[in-house]
């Protein structure tokens, strides 16, 4: 295929919703990555703005960073014992009413049912703290530290029902040193989680890419 006439424009991609896109970010904890997410909208890195942050723990500092931005903000199913059904009811209809265009988990400690994801086909993310499929779930620093791999590292991946499993968006390598710990591990990979999903988050609201069965595809020379 020949390459396009000098001075000719390469069409762009399509982005994926008209921008700026509105984001909601869920989180349970620190809220690192929602901060992170936060400032590269501010800085322009990414075109959006969060219009919604929602916490299952009260107590959470990601919540209270996001109030201290000003940032919409929701604490849903932090009260005694909630059943999963009312949580997602309230929290479905706080994402309906924030219009959001993409949902962000970020250390958001619930995996949510098909019925939440059914309405965000393609639009929920989450950051992993290790290079998927290997170590899903809970303490994935403390899981590669044990099983004695070398390389580890942080994935950006479109969610589905399962824990961890949907498409992978990016990835992101670390190595593992001797002596490192679940903690090391986990201080050094955290800068990394927070520069790749702002990438991914970019990368996908610009558009222009594909699912080929699991895999993410993005148009040539635009790489995650």
Known sequence: MSAPPTGSAV??????????????????GRGSNFEALADACDRGEIPARIVLVVSDVSTAAGI?????RGIPSKVIGAGP????ADR???????????????????????????????RYPLRVLNVHPSLLP???????????????VRVSG????????????????????????????ADTLAARTLPI???????CVRRVLEGGWSLDGRVVRFPEGHPA
């Open 193 to 199: 989680e927070h520069d790749l999903y702002v990438s």
């Open 81 to 84: 014992k909630p059943t999963r």
């Open 154 to 181: 942080a994935t950006v991946h479109f969610v589905d029902a399962g824990t961890d499993t949907g498409p992978i968006i990016g990835q992101a390598a670390v190595s593992v040193l001797d002596g490192d710990d």
């Open 64 to 68: 209270a960073k996001a109030r201290g």
């Open 11 to 28: 069409p762009q991609p399509r982005p994926l919703v008209p921008l700026p896109a509105r984001l909601a970010v869920l989180l349970s």
């Open 88 to 118: 997602e009811a309230e929290l479905s209809v706080a994402l309906a009413d924030s219009f959001a265009d993409l949902v962000c988990l970020a250390g958001y400690m619930r995996i949510l049912s098909p019925d939440v994801l059914s």
């Open 134 to 148: 290997s170590f899903p779930g809970l303490r994935a620093p403390e899981q590669a530290v044990r099983y004695g």
